[in-house]
């Protein structure tokens, strides 16, 4: 049984099913739209949370509620758009796409742990002559590291396990691991055990990061749950 499950990983690994590259474009694509929607969440969500943004209520409802549609209710409105803009099965399309999608998460959770930040951090290192952007960089963002962690979790998970855009929009060059390790066939039809293979390769990656943070996801789903 174990060489037949160590002759299988090899398969799906160095054979000849196309699934490494495919599982290369999961990396890129994932990390790469994580690091996207966290960046410009985190500066939206400072600016929603220490200026005065006109109708910021109905703002952040807005943001937020784009992430309560299913994929397939844009799912035909975002392939034409993408086929008229040549970004159909390219790694730049799907990084864009994840990133819009995660970015509405990203702004709501951050902004919450930003409000837990007192002012007065920002206010005495500005009065020190830092400017804003040198106060955000040095009292706001080492406190924010927490949410920062727990948001990018959420967002990595989302990208790293998305099938319906990435079964539409992608087929040969930018496709992921998702919609091509249920197509692994063997010589005798769908080859199950390199399925298993291919999805238990796939899972290291997201397992290994998130528990490289656990820490840091535990405090942030807690961070200013437990008020003095």
């Known amino acids: 049984v174990c060489d037949e499950t160590v002759r299988k990983r090899n398969m799906v690994i160095a054979g000849p099913s196309n699934f490494m590259p495919r599982f290369i474009n999961s990396l890129i694509i994932a990390f790469g739209s994580t690091f996207c929607a966290v960046f410009l969440g985190t500066m939206s969500a400072y600016g929603f949370s220490r200026f005065k943004v006109p109708l910021a209520d109905d703002l952040l409802f807005f943001i937020l509620s784009t992430r309560m549609m299913p994929p397939i209710a844009v799912a035909i409105p975002i392939y034409l758009m993408y086929r008229e803009l040549g970004l159909s099965d390219t790694a730049l399309g799907m990084i864009l796409l994840y990133t819009a999608v995660n970015v509405s998460l990203a702004v709501w959770l951050l902004k919450g742990f930003i409000d837990e930040i007192p002012r007065e951090y920002e206010e005495a290192a500005m009065i020190d002559g830092y400017t804003r952007l040198q106060a955000f960089w040095r009292t706001v963002l080492p406190?924010?590291?927490?949410?920062?962690?727990?948001?990018?979790?959420?967002?990595l998970i989302f990208a790293w396990n998305e099938y319906a855009f990435a079964a539409l929009l992608t087929s040969g060059t930018a496709q992921?691991?998702?919609?091509?390790?249920?197509?692994?066939?063997?010589?005798?039809?769908?080859?199950?055990?390199?399925?298993?293979?291919?999805?238990?390769?796939?899972?290291?990656?997201?397992l290994v990061f998130t528990i490289l943070?656990?820490?840091?996801l535990l405090r942030g789903i807690t961070f200013g749950a437990v008020r003095k």
């Not at 406190?143 to 967002?155: E, L, P, R």
């Not at 055990?193 to 291919?198: D, L, M, T």
């Open 213 to 216: 943070l656990r820490k840091q």
């Open 176 to 206: 992921t691991a998702p919609p091509f390790i249920p197509t692994i066939i063997g010589e005798g039809g769908q080859d199950w055990p390199a399925v298993a293979a291919g999805t238990t390769i796939f899972l290291v990656p997201i």
């Open 143 to 155: 406190q924010a590291t927490t949410g920062i962690a727990a948001t990018a979790i959420f967002c």
